[in-house]
């Protein structure tokens, strides 16, 4: 078994990570059936190592079986599973600590209620996953808090649009005054990016997630951009979550009037009242 380098997603820290598994983003969804075919059918559940440093973990990658019925047309919801005696939640709560006991203490404040809590941003982390060459060993790597410190700090100087528009490495590498490792940091994350993007746009055939079409298309191209909804010079969060795609007049008009995001209608509400309102938001569903 070799590493493979196929990157499937980022996942910022959160309870569920820590405890229960995670839940394979749709835009994913298909590296992983072409990595294994056993996965296509609904229900399926089978048994996995997950890489972490040389290291390997048990848990189990299950396609969730939803009724037909009752969700007719609902994509695959693939997880990865494993609980909260497992081996490999006690490795990632070892790992990211800090994370874990302000959760800990959060979710002893709030009792039941089921309000989602946000990490502050001195203790984040998150998690990146990769295929191996066998059907049944994920890699995950863990970047713990002063990764993430380190890349805030060094996205400072770096604008939003500039970051979203840089195609290559140069325009990091043009910067006398980085550092080597901080050049390195962006460069791989940059490289990161565009892993997502190329999923999510693939996931969407080319199409602006805002007017649901081809734009250009009549003239034999298609021409959209990614956007991260929580700019991410300010959150760093690369999740697929936290990436939209969009034509470039509509990214323009983002940018220039910062418009709030509203979750739960999937739509951009801008000051003078007006919205913008995804027609296809299937990745941010889950």
Known sequence: MDYDGRFIMQKMVDWSLLNDGMTIPVSA????KAWDESILTHGVSKDIKVLINGELYDAKLKNQNFEQSNWAGHK???QI????????????????KKSYDYLFAQKQLLGKSKRQILLPDDIHGYIRLYLTTS???L???CCANADYQQLADTL???????????????????????SVVQKELLV??????????????????????????????QYGDSVVEAHHIDYFTRSQNNDSTNIIIISPNYHRIIHKNN???????????????????????DHLKV
């Open 29 to 32: 969804c298909a590296l992983l």
């Open 76 to 78: 695959d919801v693939i």
């Open 139 to 141: 890699c995950m790597e």
């Open 188 to 217: 791989k994350y940059r490289k990161i990016d565009r892993s997502i993007i190329r999923m999510l746009k693939d996931f969407y055939n080319y199409r602006d997630e805002i007017s649901g079409e081809k734009i250009g298309d």
């Open 156 to 178: 400072n100087a770096v604008p939003e649009e500039v970051y979203e528009a840089s195609d290559d490495d140069k325009f990091f590498m043009a910067d006398k005054t980085a």
């Open 81 to 96: 599973r494993y609980g909260r005696q497992s081996a490999l939640a006690v490795k990632l709560r070892a790992v990211f």
């Open 259 to 281: 418009p709030h995001f509203n979750r739960k209608k999937f739509q951009f509400e801008f000051q003078n009242g007006e919205v913008l309102r995804l027609k296809l938001y």
């Open 135 to 137: 059907s049944d060993v």
